[in-house]
């Protein structure tokens, strides 16, 4: 018991560091001003989706701003910032996953894209070398058929690429028709928001 007395008199002789010896009720005011103006600054008063199109990691730290101001006394107090704080959590992290999915597409469509060309291309090479006329028919006869059947395997690779551009093509019109919606959910949400 008088470890116990002892200690507690101790910690009264030694204040916590980082702690103001009064509680300072301003200092929590001006706190949660700062969030409201870190809201309006990075959120509300910019375009998002374009902030978001040229870096998706600043989402992270738009979340972490959000959480924060999500459990101050603010949102307690304002109902329609706590509505908005609620459901923009969820979207904004929709946004950037979709936003990363687009990303991902564009650069497999251009992947694609380049591969239906070069194989195109040795089609188009292929076909015209088994077409051309060579001197020694019987040798000619055998390196056109083997030119003719390399011609037709690109050929249907081509084929093939284009289906999966195409597929790709579709998925990426997708991905923007939700992101649309996004955008729409978030002005409307950022209309309901007074602050």
């Known amino acids: 018991m008088l470890k116990f007395i002892a200690m507690s008199q101790t910690h009264s002789f030694f204040p916590s560091l980082g702690y103001p010896k009064k509680f300072n009720l301003n200092y929590f005011h001006s706190a949660q001003e700062d969030?409201?103006?870190?809201?309006r600054d990075k959120i509300l008063n910019v375009d998002l989706f374009q902030m978001l199109r040229k870096n998706i990691?600043?989402?992270?730290?738009?979340?972490?701003?959000?959480?924060?101001?999500?459990n101050s006394q603010e949102?307690?107090?304002?109902?329609?910032l706590l509505v908005f704080l609620v459901e923009f959590v969820p979207l904004l992290e929709q946004i950037s996953q979709l936003l990363l999915d687009k990303r991902h597409l564009v650069e497999e469509l251009k992947e694609r894209r380049g591969l239906q060309q070069h194989n195109f291309d040795e089609y188009v090479t292929l076909k015209l070398e088994s077409l051309s006329f060579n001197l020694q028919v019987h040798e000619a006869n055998g390196m056109m058929r083997s030119k003719a059947y390399k011609a037709i395997e690109h050929q249907e690779r081509v084929v093939t690429l284009g289906k999966l551009i195409e597929s790709?093509?579709?998925?990426?019109?997708f991905v923007d028709l939700k992101l649309d919606i996004c955008e729409s959910l978030y002005e409307k949400l950022k209309a309901n928001l007074s602050i």
Do not use: P, W
């Not at 990691?57 to 999500?70: G, Y």
């Open 75 to 80: 949102s307690a107090a304002n109902a329609s």
């Open 57 to 70: 990691d600043h989402s992270s730290s738009l979340i972490i701003l959000v959480k924060t101001l999500n």
């Open 168 to 173: 790709l093509v579709l998925e990426e019109e």
């Open 35 to 39: 969030l409201i103006r870190q809201l």
